[in-house]
């Protein structure tokens, strides 16, 4: 019996439990009476099913993790094992070849040893395969028992159902925090032993980013400059996106919140917003293939030098037009937020829907606008295969938009890809990258919900 089996049949026995307590706990119910009960059936029905399924579960999940070396321990004792090499590698790839045929994700074997050892692992994870099932099952049904004799009148399970799932919530909102603190720790101690090896001064304000060089054993001075990228990443993320994000999507919010009409609206919003689940690459591929070339033509025919394939203004272009629905959102949201009396009185003294609109409502939501810009700046300057693929690699430090530029998230890309080692300086700056980024992002995040926050405030 396959672990997929076993699962179904204590799923099945948990439902089975469930709809028997509840119904011994309604006959109860009728019996005593409902106020004489301390909790409804439908508890009682989750407290006996719960004790069957999660003692059984758990058991059934270590299981899954220890059989397997009792599996190789018993096939270690069989005679087939006695001409084993004593080498712990040689064994262990005969071992893993016999275990994968047996388990049929596997044809033959390279070494001849293996195929003596497959009816052997086969007979020892059938025998192993067993005992979990039938301990399983006995799991099941004992603790569904002991739970099934507790249900009486005075019995608190709903009490102790709530108490389950209060856990359960708790369990999961410390798996996110403790998922973060991971995540800051590991780039805090990385970066440190970056910043062991180069000059924290000289990463933050160098001019030069030539990581390779570095690689290749010339040296770590003036090799790991990060200038370049942070002026690339802010450069099409905080600048040419931007030009083409808060124009477009303040006048869509405009247009879509004073002048459409509702008929309008219902299908025009939903169609803009669908721009923000666009996969990225797609996004890519547009810039790359089409806008790209398009602007590189466009730049030779007016005589500009200098102009590439890839350049910062294909990719903030594109950049831009994805980040078009969250600014719009939020421009959107806080519009609709300003009270409609401020609407009314400015048109009862005779200012026209547009002075309305520049001379009370922007003014009215702009922290609100101003907030959604910042979140759309920090999603921006985060993201990676528009600019790996339409902006280039090269750390250049230049004003031209039609120059190649690279950025932060694309240069950790470029260092983390393929096999490197965790103990080079070239490495190591991704995860100095990586933190730099991350600080960014979290204070433009703070300071754009501070700014929603206090903006909320005044009109409530």
Not at 71 to 94: D, H, K, M, Q
Not at 292 to 314: C, H, Q
């Amino acid at each position: 019996m396959n672990a997929a089996s076993i699962w179904l049949v204590i799923i099945g026995l948990a439902v089975i439990a469930w709809l028997s307590a509840r119904a011994r706990a309604t006959l109860m119910e009728k019996s005593a009476g409902r106020l004489a009960t301390h909790s409804r059936a439908q508890y009682h029905g989750w407290y006996v099913g719960l004790w069957t399924l999660l003692p059984a579960a758990l058991f059934l999940i270590v299981w899954q993790n220890v059989s397997p070396a009792l599996v190789t321990n018993s096939v270690l004792t069989a005679p087939e094992a006695a001409t084993l090499p004593t080498e712990g590698f040689s064994r262990a790839a005969i071992l893993s070849e016999a275990r994968n045929i047996a388990a049929g994700r596997q044809q033959s074997g390279f070494n001849t040893q293996s195929q003596a050892l497959v009816e052997p692992y086969r007979a020892a994870q059938t025998r192993f395969d067993i005992i979990g099932a039938l301990l399983t099952v006995i799991l099941a049904f004992a603790c569904g028992a002991f739970a099934f004799t507790r249900i009486r009148a005075g019995f608190t399970a709903r009490t102790r159902v709530e108490r389950l799932v209060m856990g359960a919530l708790l369990v999961a909102s410390l798996i996110a925090i403790v998922t973060t603190v991971g995540i800051v720790a590991s780039l805090l101690f990385e970066s440190i032993r970056f910043f062991s090896m180069v000059n924290p001064i000289d990463f933050l304000f160098g001019t030069k980013w030539s990581p390779q060089s570095a690689a290749l054993g010339y040296g770590n001075k003036n090799a790991f400059g990060a200038v370049p990228l942070f002026w690339g990443t802010v450069f099409i993320g905080a600048i040419i996106a931007m030009l083409v994000a808060i124009p477009l999507g303040l006048m869509c919010a405009i247009y879509l919140t004073q002048y459409a009409k509702p008929s309008v609206r219902a299908w025009m919003k939903p169609i803009l917003e669908v721009l923000a689940g666009v996969p990225t690459v797609v996004y890519g591929y547009f810039a790359a293939l089409t806008v790209a070339p398009a602007l590189r033509d466009f730049a030779v025919m007016v005589g500009i030098s200098g102009a590439s394939s890839e350049s910062a203004l294909a990719a903030g272009l594109v950049m831009g037009v994805m980040i078009i629905p969250f600014v719009s959102s939020m421009a959107d949201d806080s519009i609709n937020a300003v009270p409609q009396a401020m609407r009314d009185g400015s048109l009862a003294m005779g200012a026209t829907t547009s002075e309305t609109i520049k001379k009370v409502l922007i003014p009215a939501a702009l922290p609100g606008v101003v907030g959604g810009v910042l979140l759309a700046v920090s999603r921006a300057i985060g993201e990676t295969m528009i600019v790996v693929m339409a902006a280039g690699l090269a750390a250049n430090l230049t004003l031209n938009p039609f120059a190649s530029v690279t950025t932060v998230t694309t240069q950790i890309v470029q260092l983390l890809t393929g096999d490197q080692e965790f103990d080079s300086a070239k490495t190591l700056a991704a995860f100095a990258l990586g933190l730099v980024l991350f600080i960014v992002t979290l204070l433009l995040n703070i300071v754009a919900l501070r700014v929603v926050k206090k903006y909320r405030e005044a009109y409530e």
